[in-house]
């Protein structure tokens, strides 16, 4: 044969062993026979829920919410949202030892606590949230050093923020909203960060005073409503910050706005129901994102800056203050 003949050969050979290749990596993505034990046990957990169709006809990588690793089969996410899990998340999920992420919402069945054994997994996120899961927030988590993002909101959690859980030195995301948990937030938290990017914690029992970390790790979205916060928290908007948005409203702040400084990059500001008192500053009219701005049922005084956003806010977000005037208000006498 000539070498014009042998080349189409073997391009053809390349390109048969290649597509029989691909089956052989579809089959070894099965799922890791352990770890499709292990998911059988979670599932048994969560009560064999008719609405999971985890069963052995399917290779368990392809099962609904499974991530698995194409070349060794083994999980690395769960993600099951929307599914009427009842009874409580195995210990067996601590048995999936590829597993960095979980996602488990809208499961308003599910109760219990966080299993133990999840600490040995190399957990980066941590989503329960929506689900009637309850107890405290376990200070095991603050054994997960990888953990960047943990959201267990929407659950029936009581008790405080664990100092651990505060420190974990990755740790960027941390939405707790919507439980019961009471006392005050660790004063390491973000500590290790120079920037934060979420903190949300509104709707909850909390109490005492922000710490001073959480103002130097300057974070980019903070919601602290509907908590019992007090004290001055301006050093939240002192320094070069680049916060986009602060939802402070129905605590019990006590500070002086009128010495505030506001980074440009404000797009909401949410004060309402505190104890704040002085004047609007002018400088709040060259915030050009500026969508948001309440700051009614204060103790605020003075004129209301004109100009930039500021007709985009009706009296509504001035209403109760001790002597706030001008526009949107009755205009300021003499
Ligand atoms: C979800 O599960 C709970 C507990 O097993 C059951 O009482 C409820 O009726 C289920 N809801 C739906 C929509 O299937
Ligand atoms: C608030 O701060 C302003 C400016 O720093 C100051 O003039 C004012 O006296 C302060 N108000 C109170 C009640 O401390
Ligand atoms: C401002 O806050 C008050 C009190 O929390 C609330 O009633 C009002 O609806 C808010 N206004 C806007 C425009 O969000």
Not at 89 to 106: C, K, N, T
Not at 128 to 151: H, N, Q, V, Y
Request: charged share 15%.
């Amino acid at each position: 044969m000539s070498k014009l003949n042998q080349l189409p050969h073997i391009t053809l050979i390349l390109l048969l062993l290649y597509s029989s290749s691909l089956p052989l990596l579809v089959s070894s993505a099965k799922c890791h026979k352990d770890d499709k034990k292990a998911l059988l046990k979670l599932k048994a957990g969560f009560g064999n829920p008719i609405d999971l169709p985890w069963t052995s006809d399917v290779a368990c990588c392809a099962w609904y919410g499974v991530i698995c690793n194409s070349i060794t089969g083994r999980v690395l996410n769960i993600d099951i949202s929307s599914v009427n899990l009842s009874g409580t998340i195995s210990p067996a999920i601590g048995d999936l030892p590829m597993l960095s992420e979980i996602h488990i919402q809208y499961a308003p069945f599910l109760t219990g606590s966080i299993p133990y054994s999840i600490t040995k997994l190399p957990l980066t996120k941590l989503t329960i949230r929506f689900t009637a899961l309850s107890g405290p927030i376990p200070a095991f988590l603050g054994e997960l050093k990888d953990l960047t993002d943990i959201d267990l909101s929407g659950n029936l959690l009581t008790g405080p923020i664990p100092e651990p859980v505060a420190s974990l030195p990755k740790l960027d995301r941390l939405t707790l909203f919507g439980n019961k948990l009471t006392g005050t937030i660790p004063p390491s938290l973000f500590r290790g960060q120079t920037r934060g990017d979420l903190l949300y914690l509104s709707d909850n029992l909390l109490t005492g005073e922000i710490p001073r970390s959480v103002g130097d790790a300057d974070v980019a979205y903070i919601y602290l409503a509907g908590n019992r916060f007090t004290g001055d928290a301006s050093f939240l908007f002192e320094g070069q910050k680049n916060t986009f948005e602060i939802d402070l409203s129905r605590n019990r702040f006590e500070m002086n706005m009128s010495s505030l400084s506001f980074t440009h990059s404000l797009n909401k500001l949410d004060l309402s129901n505190n104890r704040i008192y002085g004047s609007i500053p002018e400088s709040v009219a060259t915030l050009e994102g500026l969508n948001t701005f309440n700051v009614s049922f204060n103790r605020l005084c003075g004129r209301i800056p004109i100009g930039g956003n500021m007709n985009l806010f009706d009296r509504y977000c001035y209403t109760h203050n001790k002597c706030l005037c001008g526009s949107p208000l009755p205009s300021c006498s003499a």
